[in-house]
């Protein structure tokens, strides 16, 4: 404990000690709460957490006036049950001061470490609560009674799982992998950029001095996770026109450009997926520019002027554009529809300018034309327009579900991949999740999760995870023959799909239908091989599935046990993932509470 003043003789060799002391620790506390309520607003990934953390500092305010106000003898008892509520209480606030000024990044990057975070400081608020002796405080019985309920509280909330922003974890995972032909494209990390809050210049510079205050107190050392925020850092500045800086030294020196600090390379030379100098650029199914063969750049986009002509004759080139949508000639809708597609792909405001001249109706009908390249135009294009919030539900309106499902049973590869990816955009809003699976999109995914390129098959994968979010997809996905497909990806680990196949497995082993299709032995066995010797990634997905599944029929657990998963699990629960071992330490109770096994 801290204290200002010292304790004479006598009271040192006392068992009890005086009231200023306790005093003292009680005003200490309120000093800390105080602090926390000036701290403002939290980030987006844990506002949640945070907001109901703060609001439980806040109801110890009136116990800890009536600590004050006590004028009693307190004993040792009293005062160390005091400072472990200060010492709880310091911790919450370092927490909440990370969450409030700490990078954006690292919040999502290591999610899962934060999240065990909040449930070791609400463990210590409730320990440390439950030692304080109320009646030796000689506290009120309204108060007592707030601060039980209070506890109560911290005991459900450690029981909690915590839930996750679909979308975004998603998108991390896609952004962070290290394969190229998984990285993210340009859409995907602007989508990224807007949920973190990190889009302007002043955004990113704070980010950066963020990064590099975390790195310095992990002692400059640079491990895998903190690569990763440095790395999805510098992509975020990429997108903004910034010029890539080195965190780890200064952040002004050019990390690639030492020679040349005036040169900012323009975002169109550089591959939207490896966000490297493009040598050997081609297009490629999600309409963005990458490396492979002769083609030629595209010319440098420039952004809406503030001359008054400038922009006007970009607006008039759009609106004719669209126009020429509605042509009579083929040959004219053809070209039309290309320069749209490449137009909605550089930036947010063509998407916008598109959608506002009324481009999105026209496109629809194209999807209906016999034309094969004015297919994979369209619904391109119309995967491009739908990064705009506003244009999903747009799109979705015009009528374009069962037409971009049409083109997925019946298109070419590049336009059926397409097509699987602009689903997926769309379903990011819950009610077009219900139409297209009204409207039976579910099959022809699965069927290109089946028969599909790689790339196809990822796109399919990521759109049915999505879809599968709703409860009635589920069942259609199951009855579409999902099951098959996914045992496939999960066996053969050369296609670098485990992970997400496994994602979607653990959404299916939530349903009834769902748990009688996957729950056969040579799957279980296949979980427990790869909770043996997957990746870490792996083995994290694999003990949620069988803890899925467990936590409904322990004959599940039973099988996972005779093909020797008790070692795996103990092994995971002390050097897996975060959640990896939340998850096996889980299963390991579920076990020993299980009477049979």
Known sequence: MVMDGERDQESTESNESSPREEIDIAQEILSVIESVARLGDYRRSHKKECY????????????????????????????????????????????????????????????????????????????????????????????????????????????????????????????????NDRNADRAIIERLAKKLELLSVEDLEIETVATRSLVKERGNQVTESTQQMIDLLNKFKQIVGMEVTDVLDDPVVPKMLKKSPSLIIPHEFLCPITLEIMTDPVIVASGQWCENNNFELPKKHVPASSDPETSSEHQEKVSSLVKDLSSSQLEVQRRAVKKIRMLSKENPENRILIANNGGIPPIVQLLSYPDSKILEHAVTALLNLSIDENNKSLITKGGAVPAIIGVLNSGTTEARENSAAALFSLSMLDENKV???????????????????????????????????????????????????????????????????????????????????IGQLSFIETLVELMKDGTPKNKECATSVLLELGSTNSSFMLAALQFGVYENLVEISKSGTNRAQRKANSLLQLMSKAEHI
Not at 435 to 460: E, F, H, M, W, Y
Not at 504 to 517: D, K, Q, T, V
């Open 435 to 517: 139409t297209i699976g009204l409207s039976d999109g579910i099959p022809p995914l699965v069927d290109l999760l089946q028969n599909g390129t790689v790339r196809g098959k990822k796109d399919a994968a990521t759109a049915l995870f999505n879809l599968s979010l709703n409860h009635s997809n589920k069942g259609r996905a199951i009855d579409a023959g999902i099951v098959t497909p996914l045992l496939h990806l999960v066996n053969d680990r050369n296609l670098g799909m485990v992970d997400e196949a496994l994602s979607i497995f653990l959404l299916l082993a939530s349903h009834p239908e769902g748990r009688n299709e």
């Open 52 to 179: 109901g953390l703060v609001r439980r500092m806040k109801l110890l305010l009136p116990f800890l006036e009536e600590v004050k106000d006590f004028d009693g003898p307190i004993s040792d008892v009293g005062i160390a049950s005091l400072s472990s509520l200060k010492k709880a209480l310091v911790l919450a606030k370092k927490l909440l001061t990370t969450c409030n000024e700490g990078s954006k990044i690292y919040l999502v990057v290591e999610s899962e470490a934060v999240m065990m975070r909040f449930h070791n400081v609400l463990e210590k608020l409730w320990k440390a609560l439950e030692a304080v002796p109320f009646d030796e405080f000689e506290i009120s019985d309204e108060v007592k009674e707030q601060v039980e309920l209070m506890k109560v509280q911290l005991r459900r909330a450690k029981r909690r799982t915590d839930t996750q922003d679909i979308e975004l974890a998603m998108d991390m995972m896609v952004v962070l992998t290290k394969k």
